[in-house]
């Protein structure tokens, strides 16, 4: 479904914490009706106060959405998963003050629910219904811990993002707020593992329960959080002239298709597809040539048919310049369909090729991983970043976050 627009998605693991937690708010109203109450009465309520709990945690989303449209930004989703919700953006807002305004926003609507939810649950209780008023008395004091510890000055809490939308603002700089929001992120996880564990262990239930997964889920996304910070700074650092391989061979435009014949038999057939033969007359570079006149063409006409004849132009091939960025050629890299681009140097010559496997073993030793010859030769097969690099993901992140800008369409890929 969609709200205001935004599409509604429930990950499967919340069909699993939602049967948890209906059992766990079930328990509580029998013990807390004494048996007196029929069980299938004591599992409804328990469905429903898990339900209204999740029903929060949307409106907590959607506080931090509508402001972001707001401000702006487009929101692509807002999903519920295991340990609450989440609504991605198409981008990060563009000035620190929307930033702080957009996290602001989640926390005061969980407030607001929880004075609310609490207010009733003391009317209920002395006029009405205590069952009711023990239901709506669950959901506000968990609504009011949502809302402060969503508070905490670290990421990926939204006191996270305050912070780091005030470090901005103070210091300039985003990627520092987002520094000083993930170190203090990392200690607050550890510190709320621990008090829950200990919560736990004292006769806390739901609140102990919640307070471990939310210090298990925000441990994780510091730890990924300054996974990406470094993934980002080597994709900034490094350029192309730095990473690139040189998976082409050379052949001179007056040689005959026979000789083209003979240098990919000469080839390693895992390789065939993987290299460029590039075309030169008295060594000036005017293009590459196929395989494609091989498979047309008989054998008898080999020795008669010129490779100038078969040349295309070098600007057909997708390229990059050696002083691009990493992050660029990532960007490059999954706009072509064969996953390589021909580097050009400095006097717009070929000096290389660049693909997947090359990029992503040069970010790895910059970070001092030496990846094992088979693991390469693997990933070189299939085309792909070795060791599941998300680095694509990371470098949308960069641009979502306004770290880089969208390179021009115009100079993106030419020589």
């Given at each position: ?268 057939e895992s390789e065939r597809s993987e290299e460029w033969v590039l075309v030169c007359r008295g060594g000036r570079w005017v293009g590459y040539v196929t395989d494609e006149p091989l498979k047309q063409l008989p054998v008898q006409q080999w020795d008669r048919q010129c490779l100038a004849d078969y040349t295309k132009p070098l600007s057909e091939l997708p390229s990059i310049h050696e002083k691009a960025p990493l992050w660029q050629a990532v960007i490059q890299l999954e706009k072509s369909d064969q996953g390589r ?75």
């Amino acid at each position: 479904m969609r709200i205001s627009g935004i599409p509604l998605r429930v990950h499967p693991s919340w069909f699993v914490v939602l049967l948890f937690f209906t059992w766990l708010f079930q328990n509580q109203v029998a013990t807390a009706a004494e048996s007196s109450i029929p069980v299938v009465i004591s599992w409804g309520l328990g469905l429903m106060t898990a339900l209204l709990l999740f029903v929060s945690v949307l409106l907590h989303e959607l506080g931090h959405s509508l402001v972001a449209l707001r401000e702006g930004v487009k929101v692509t989703s807002i999903t519920l998963f295991m340990l609450g919700g989440v609504a991605r953006v198409e981008r990060e807002c563009s000035t620190p003050m929307a930033s702080l305004r957009v996290a602001v926003a989640g926390p005061l609507v969980s407030l607001l629910l929880a004075i609310a939810m609490l207010t009733g649950a003391f009317y209920l209780h002395a006029h009405v219904d205590p069952l009711i008023a023990n239901l709506l008395r669950q959901l506000g004091g968990l609504n009011l811990m949502l809302a402060l510890f969503n508070l905490l000055p670290g990421l990926p809490l939204d006191g996270g993002l305050i912070v780091k939308a005030l470090v901005w603002q103070w210091t300039g700089s985003q990627r520092k707020g987002i520094q000083v929001a993930n170190t203090t992120g990392r200690f607050l996880s550890l510190f709320a593992i621990g008090l829950g564990l200990v919560w736990f262990f004292n006769g806390g239930r739901v609140g102990a329960l919640w307070l471990v997964l939310l210090g298990w889920f925000g441990l994780g996304a510091s730890r990924s959080q300054s996974q990406m910070l470094v993934l980002q700074q080597v994709l900034r650092e490094l350029n192309v002239g730095e990473a690139k391989g040189n998976r082409f061979r050379v052949l001179e435009d007056d040689q005959t298709l026979r000789r083209l014949s003979q240098l990919r038999l000469a080839t390693k057939e895992s390789e065939r597809s993987e290299e460029w033969v590039l075309v030169c007359r008295g060594g000036r570079w005017v293009g590459y040539v196929t395989d494609e006149p091989l498979k047309q063409l008989p054998v008898q006409q080999w020795d008669r048919q010129c490779l100038a004849d078969y040349t295309k132009p070098l600007s057909e091939l997708p390229s990059i310049h050696e002083k691009a960025p990493l992050w660029q050629a990532v960007i490059q890299l999954e706009k072509s369909d064969q996953g390589r681009l021909l580097v050009f140097n400095l006097a717009g010559l070929p000096a290389g090729t660049l693909d997947r496997i090359d990029l992503a073993d040069a970010v790895l030793q910059r970070l001092g991983v030496k990846l094992p010859v088979p693991l390469i030769e693997a990933a070189r097969r299939e085309n792909i970043y070795p060791l599941g690099m998300a680095l694509p993901q990371i470098v949308e992140s960069m641009l979502a976050s306004g770290l880089v800008e969208q390179p021009d369409e115009s100079n993106g890929s030419s020589s």
